[in-house]
């Protein structure tokens, strides 16, 4: 690991500096669900989480939805789900293939990270807001754009016949324009 310059630590903490207090969220990134105010009491009850999928599996997707739902969904696409004390459903964790495919491609071509109430699955604990996942894409979307801009862009050939006559008229053009006003 290669030791960090002070200057590189000042880019670090003023990035630090730029986020959101409350959510700790980067600027221009949506609150995950459970990062708004209208759901700490709820998230406040939960005590337990039940993985339907196997839990590392569930932690491995590139984002899960996160819904809060007061009766625990029969859906194919549950991935887990959160509850209180009494056996009450909290939270809600989705995540279909198509949609992880639809989503993947959007983020090899660079336009677009995850659904806006997606969540980081690796940050899903009980009683606590799950992050959201576009910060943890964003870097890949990046890259990606940056690989595809690399290509050079082939533009067609010009159908223009260069004769001395008309390159005069260009000219003598180009420097009438140049000519103050009177």
């Known amino acids: 690991m290669t030791p ?14 730029q986020r959101c207090p409350e959510t700790g969220n980067w600027p221009s990134t949506w609150r995950s669900p459970s ?19 196997s839990e590392a599996e569930a ?11 007061s009766k625990r969904p029969k859906r194919s696409d549950l991935i887990a789900y959160s509850c209180d004390a009494r056996g009450r459903c ?11 495919h ?3 491609e959007l983020l ?13 699955p690796p ?20 890259a990606n754009i940056a690989a595809s801009e690399g290509t050079p862009v082939e533009l067609p050939a010009a159908n223009i016949q260069s004769t001395p006559q008309k390159l005069a008229e260009i000219e003598s053009a180009f420097w009438e324009g140049m000519r ?3």
Do not use: N
């Open 102 to 104: 639809a989503y993947a």
């Open 90 to 100: 909290i939270r809600c964790w989705l995540s279909r293939p198509e949609d992880r």
């Open 123 to 142: 940050t899903i604990a009980v009683g606590q807001p799950a992050l959201p996942a576009h910060p943890f894409l964003a870097p890949q979307m990046y």
């Open 59 to 69: 932690r491995a997707l590139p984002w899960v939805r996160e819904r809060f739902w």
């Open 4 to 17: 960090t310059t002070a200057a590189d630590q000042m880019q670090q903490a003023a990035a630090e500096l």
């Open 180 to 182: 103050p006003p009177q």
């Open 35 to 53: 990062q708004k105010r209208m759901h700490r009491p709820a998230l406040e009850k939960e005590v337990q989480i039940t993985w339907l999928l």
């Open 108 to 120: 090899r071509k660079g336009c677009g990270t995850a659904p806006i109430e997606a969540v980081h």
